[in-house]
């Protein structure tokens, strides 16, 4: 799983989500919609179940829009 946050020199603030399986990309996370994108067919069982958790993608989203650019923010000021 890889999970990150940033924010650009305008202030911009992005934040993403993805996994893998076997060295190969996996599932990644649509903030807008939250809903998860298959990368190939053999995640659409796991994209299936996880769109039918919307809670999964509602934490996942809080965790990237608030704790991750928050800890990114103090990381940032404390240089």
Sequence with gaps: ???????DDHGTKRGYSQYGYDGE???SLD????????AN?????TKNNW???R??????KAYLENTCIEW???????G
Excluded at 72 to 78: D, N, P, R
């Design 1 to 7: 799983a890889m999970h990150g946050c940033e924010i």
């Design 25 to 27: 990309d996996f599932l």
């Design 31 to 38: 903030k807008s919609s939250l809903t998860w994108t298959a």
């Design 41 to 45: 067919p053999q995640a659409m069982i």
């Design 51 to 53: 769109d039918a958790t």
């Design 55 to 60: 809670a999964i993608a509602e934490q996942r």
């Design 72 to 78: 990114l923010q103090k990381y940032v000021e404390y």
